[in-house]
């Protein structure tokens, strides 16, 4: 049985008779087709009759279930290995089961238990992981399944592993950026926090001992002292309880948000546009999907098939509304830059070097090498944004502090003055 597209890309299913995989890979390219999975149906069925319940509540036990997936690190490293084994030369088996042998307990370890049970039950590597979707998910699938059939799985393994290997680089980079500021803002903040609370209320005191007429900001300052540590009469809930809590729940609010379609699309079409982190996240999005699309393509994914992966992986809406454009574009028998260059999502230069693709028949290796300018190009934004955070974090906290210290020596300053005055 068997899985396939036609010329114009449409999915087609049937049976044919061979007497092995390669066999069957052959007869259906002769009629025309690309296949995408290719599996026997009595394997299939001796598999379910011979295992019974008790294999069924094995694979369940083993990999089935679990919170939550794979780390990126443990599946990066996982391919890497695999693609080293395969190389080598060893059994698809075999380097399985010596991966699974190297891992702890745990997700993964399970995850790889079952891989190895459906692969020895004779199931292709692709449809085994196709099974553990909170592992491998459906670009990693894909790929895998295009190596089966062109018969390159080491070669893609490897192309995987580096695709992998070159997010994480850039997700490790950013998220480091991040550090610093999240790591000031914290510290200033309980600082902040105590001054609220046991600084403001001694000098309250002073003023109230002296009698002296507050100013507007001074009164502004103390009433938050109050709110913020619950003091004013009548308040039930000190606002350090409520302004603690408030990232997570604005957290939470923003996940509820994005998890419908309009919030989400209003979300990311907010940020792309944002003055400040929207070239930002352009160039992060545009180096994913480059890259995403130009190692489908190289790995023998059929275009609109690669294109339909990476409109789903892209992560952004105002993205996978444009990829959607280009999709529909090349099913029609017209080209890929059109639709882009309509879009406006990206660069010129973009756009241009996508069309000399196009032209040359190299769109793969012209995507990989937009993708590696723009993973620079992220590295120096990220820079730059790390470098312009820090004067205004130091512009900000300076202002908060310079605001409560002129707050609380306004009344000094009228104190001293109304004792001078008496004095004379």
Request: glycine fraction near 10%; charged fraction near 20%.
């Amino acid at each position: 049985m068997y899985e396939a597209l036609n010329s114009a890309g449409k999915p087609q299913k049937g049976v044919v008779e061979a007497n092995s995989t390669e066999e069957a890979i052959q007869r259906i390219k002769q009629q025309g087709f690309y296949p995408t999975s290719v599996r026997e149906q009595a394997a299939k069925k001796a598999d379910g009759a011979v295992g019974g319940g008790e294999g069924a509540k094995l694979k369940k036990k083993r990999g089935g279930m679990g919170i939550g997936g794979v780390s990126a690190k443990n599946l990066t490293a996982f391919t890497r290995q695999l693609s080293t084994l395969q190389d080598a030369g060893l059994p698809l088996l075999r380097s399985l089961q010596i991966l699974e042998s190297q891992q702890k307990p745990g997700k993964m370890k399970n995850i790889l238990i079952g891989v190895c049970e459906e692969v020895e039950g004779g199931s292709s590597l692709s449809e085994s992981m196709s099974k553990y979707p909170k592992a491998f998910n459906h670009l990693y699938v894909k790929m895998v399944n295009a190596g089966e059939i062109g018969g390159v799985l080491d070669i893609i393994l490897q192309r995987l592993a580096e695709f992998m290997e070159k997010s994480q680089r850039l997700k490790r980079k950013i998220q480091g950026a991040m550090v610093y500021p999240i790591v000031v803002v914290t510290i200033a903040g309980l600082i902040l926090s105590g001054i609220m609370i046991y600084i403001i209320p001694k000098f309250e005191e002073i003023f109230k001992d002296f009698g002296v007429a507050l100013p507007v900001l001074t009164r502004w300052l103390i009433s938050s002292s109050r709110w913020f540590a619950g003091t004013n009469p009548g308040q039930q809930i000190p606002g350090i309880l409520i302004s603690l809590p408030a990232p997570i729940v604005l957290w939470i609010l923003w996940k509820l948000v994005r998890a419908a379609g309009p919030g989400r699309a209003a979300t990311d079409t907010v940020i792309l546009y944002s003055p400040v982190f929207g070239k930002l996240v352009r160039k992060t999005v545009i180096a994913r999907f480059t890259r995403t699309l130009g190692t489908l393509i190289s790995a023998g994914v059929p275009i609109l098939e690669a294109i339909k992966i990476t409109k789903e992986t892209s992560g952004n809406y105002v993205f996978e509304k444009a990829l959607q454009k280009v999709y529909d574009s090349i099913r029609e028998g017209e080209g890929f830059a059109g639709p882009l260059r309509e879009s406006k999502t990206c660069d010129a230069i973009v756009v241009n070097m996508i069309d000399v693709g196009e032209e040359t028949g190299e769109l793969d290796a012209m995507l990989l090498k937009i993708a590696d300018n723009y993973d620079e190009e992220v590295d120096v934004a990220v820079a730059s944004l790390v470098s312009l955070l820090e004067p205004l974090m130091v512009v900000v906290l300076g202002g908060i502090v310079g605001v409560i210290v002129v707050a609380m020596f306004l009344p000094l300053v009228a104190m001293i003055n109304s004792l001078q005055g008496g004095g004379i």
